[in-house]
């Protein structure tokens, strides 16, 4: 699965890395319920990296409900992708208004933001 990806020079550890990609593949719909999931060593051999990194990342995400284990079958996208979704909606929400409130506190006014907030949206699309 060439859609997994990792920097081996970031600062960030290599198993963060995955976790934050596998997520992010869910959060664009690249993922989704049920696919399975590259096998630790083919992800490993793929990578160049320690199979040992790859099983504490799949152990975390499992941990988080993120994906299932099978034995002998493998690992797959867990159904609760919508729950993750919205878990990280809600965490990117909560950023955004401790950020509105520190614009606010400097002084900036509301017309200001809208039009950067507009301006971000539709960058987006």
Do not use: H
Not at 40 to 47: C, K, M, N
């Amino acid at each position: 699965m060439s859609l997994i990806i990792v920097d081996p020079r970031s600062r960030v550890p290599i198993y963060e890395q995955l976790i934050k990609r596998v997520k992010s593949l869910i959060y664009s719909g690249e993922l989704k319920a049920d696919d399975p999931m590259p096998s630790v060593r083919s992800l490993a051999s793929e990578l160049a990296i320690n199979p040992n990194t790859i099983q504490r990342a799949y152990a975390a995400l499992e941990a988080e409900g993120v994906i299932y284990s099978l034995p002998a079958r493998g690992s797959f996208v867990s159904d609760n992708t919508q729950r993750v979704i919205d878990a990280r909606k809600n965490e990117l929400i909560d950023k955004l208004a401790n950020l509105l409130k520190e614009l606010k506190e400097l002084g900036c006014d509301e017309a200001e933001v809208k039009v950067v907030m507009d301006l971000a949206w539709r960058d987006r699309q």
